[in-house]
């Protein structure tokens, strides 16, 4: 049985109110809130191993079982046995413009690069930018708007022209739709081009597992999964060995480290290692090892998750006026994470949104940095959309409150 309640009172947030109401947090794909177990691994970097690296004492040796810890932790969330392929940094953002300046070195002259329309923009405009700076050519994978899904069919001729890169991510972040990314990653494969997959959105709701994406990199934000404002970056080692980072350090370095620029934030991993830990708890305790119980974790979380965005689904197409814009056929569940965005006919987004603040519902409107998938779509014209966000510790009466505030508001 998934305990909502014992999960939400491990959040402190949850349980404010503002003038009486209690807050509704479906703002959970800007940022989910923060179990205290990773409040309290924060505060205790900063009590017992507040100092730099490098040292032979007691709080600089504790710094570095943070940031080995946190690699590790990590690795065991993105499915991999080698926390050396493990890259930490500040935000995904980030993280990709450090991959997009190091690339070009190794993509054969005269290459072309994949991009997708589904994209969040941080896994679109630092590959425009390295393809504008070193004259590739840009291939791109369409939104089909009937299904909210990537149309592949000109997927493999791009290959046969000469990509040698794709970009996709793994779930949108406004659509909601879940990517075929391991097909994806296994053409590029076979054309021997590399592929980078943006899981940012994904890591949430569903378990990641590197060799079946069988990709050749992969991102993560740990704040989109109840940590601080850290990311993670899977490289494979044959390409992580054969990237150059030196540029970004002022010595020469090896492994992850090459691309782990100044002085981390020690106290943000320490939150994220127990950010992956809390998931960890969730799951079947009994399990021998930390990565079997994540994946007993995101089995449940998925099927709870699950139910309530059907619930939020069906409630908001009973509501004159309104257009889910995503997957709303039950029998297409597998490709859909449960971030749920619409239209109305008559009311823009952020008057929406204003609604619903009003009564402590926190939700997100206009583009949510989605701009490619919205602009195919023709929404950003018009205001974007409404965004709502469930996460697992989201309530069947929370949503519920939510429709009824809609249904009032909106009629």
């Not at 209690?22 to 703002?27: F, K, S, T």
């Not at 990565?291 to 089995?299: P, T, V, Y």
Request: hydrophobic content about 40%; proline content about 5%.
């Amino acid at each position: 049985m998934f305990d909502v309640e014992t999960i939400r009172s491990q959040f402190p947030s949850l349980n404010l109110t503002d003038d009486g109401k209690p807050r509704v947090y479906l703002d959970g794909p800007a940022g989910t809130q923060v179990p205290q177990s990773v409040i309290n691994a924060v505060a205790n970097c900063y009590i017992h191993s507040n100092a730099n690296l490098g040292g032979d004492f007691t709080t600089s040796i504790g710094a570095q079982g943070i940031v080995d810890s946190a690699r590790s932790a990590l690795a065991d969330l993105m499915g991999t046995d080698d926390p050396e392929t493990v890259v930490l940094g500040p935000s995904m953002t980030a993280l990709t413009k450090q991959i997009a300046q190091a690339l070009p070195a190794i993509l054969k002259p005269g290459t072309s690069i994949i991009l997708s329309r589904m994209e969040h923009d941080a896994n679109v405009s630092p590959w425009l930018r390295m393809a504008k700076q070193h004259g590739l050519d840009v291939k791109w994978l369409d939104v089909d708007p009937g299904s909210y899904t990537l149309d592949l069919s000109t997927l493999k001729g791009h290959f046969e022209d000469g990509a040698g890169f794709v970009a996709v991510g793994y779930a949108s972040n406004v659509l909601g739709t879940i990517n075929p990314v391991s097909d994806i990653c296994a053409m590029a494969k076979d054309y021997g081009a590399l592929s980078y997959v943006d899981a940012v959105h994904y890591a949430p709701h569903g378990s990641i597992d590197i060799a079946a994406v069988g990709c050749d990199m992969l991102v993560c934000s740990v704040y989109k999964f109840f940590g601080p404002h850290c990311a993670a970056l899977y490289v494979q080692p044959d390409l992580l060995d054969a990237l150059d980072g030196a540029p970004l350090r002022p010595a020469p370095q090896h492994g992850p480290s090459k691309f782990e620029s100044g002085t981390m934030n020690h106290e943000g991993l320490a939150g994220s290692a127990a950010a992956v830990d809390y998931i960890a708890s969730l799951g079947d305790t009994s399990q021998s090892s930390r990565r079997e119980q994540l994946l007993s974790a995101f089995k449940d979380i998925e099927a709870y998750e699950s139910t309530l965005c059907w619930r939020l689904i069906d409630g908001l197409n009973a509501i004159p006026g309104i257009k889910v814009q995503g997957i709303t056929d039950p029998r297409m569940n597998t490709q859909r994470a449960p971030t749920v965005s619409f239209t109305h006919e008559a009311l823009a987004a952020d008057k929406i949104a204003a609604a619903l603040s009003a009564e402590n519902i926190f939700s997100w409107a206009g583009h949510s940095y989605a701009i490619e998938p919205l602009g195919q779509l023709g929404l950003l014209e018009t205001g974007g959309v409404l965004r709502l966000g469930i996460a697992h510790y989201n309530t069947a009466a929370e949503i519920d409150k939510t429709l009824d505030v809609l249904s009032q508001r909106l009629d």
